[in-house]
């Protein structure tokens, strides 16, 4: 599992004096802006501290030590920022996005695998895991508990229980 994750990227500048304003790639822009530190790669060996930072109309908008124009400010623009894992505590049965993308999909009770999860949409009411099968088809199947039975994310396995009707013809 990667020990940096992917938490936004900087989209453009806002005002004169060196803020970006950061598009969140987490659960809401308020998780970014409680950062005292950023890095630029995804190994931790480029860190930025935060001046300071704050949510505006769905995005954060972050301030730099050392970024003090808008022209430094631009120059930034496209970079995609990331938080070291250690820094987040998830409640229990819930993940990083970045962690289920990629894990095995098998049925719980006959061990065939499905797939794998190619990507995941975030719906609002539950999210929907997007199962590439080795046909190239992809089946979506609801985060719920009724379906994932069990996630193994250290083992790249996740056990489900289909719905009626998702992977065959019933």
Not at 112 to 120: H, K, L, P
Not at 144 to 165: F, S
Request: with cysteine; charged share 25%.
């Amino acid at each position: 599992m990667k020990q940096f994750l992917e938490i936004g990227k900087i989209v453009s500048t806002h005002g004169v004096r060196g803020e970006v304003r950061v598009q969140p790639w987490c659960d809401a822009p308020s998780v970014l802006c409680g950062m005292r530190t950023l890095y630029f790669d995804d190994a931790g060996q480029t860190p930025r501290e935060v001046r300071a930072a704050g949510a505006h109309k769905g995005m954060a908008l972050v301030h730099f030590a050392g970024v003090d124009t808008m022209e430094a400010a631009n120059a930034l623009r496209g970079q995609v920022l990331y938080a070291p894992r250690a820094a987040f505590r998830l409640p229990e049965r819930t993940y990083f996005i970045q962690d289920l993308v990629g894990l095995d999909v098998r049925d719980a009770d006959t061990d065939v695998s499905y797939g794998q999860i190619a990507e995941v949409s975030q719906t609002g009411a539950n999210d929907v895991y997007h199962i590439r099968g080795t046909d190239g088809r992809v089946t979506l199947i609801p985060a719920i508990r009724e379906v994932v039975v069990e996630t193994d994310v250290e083992g790249g396995v996740m056990k489900i229980r289909p719905l009626r009707g998702l992977f065959d013809a019933d």
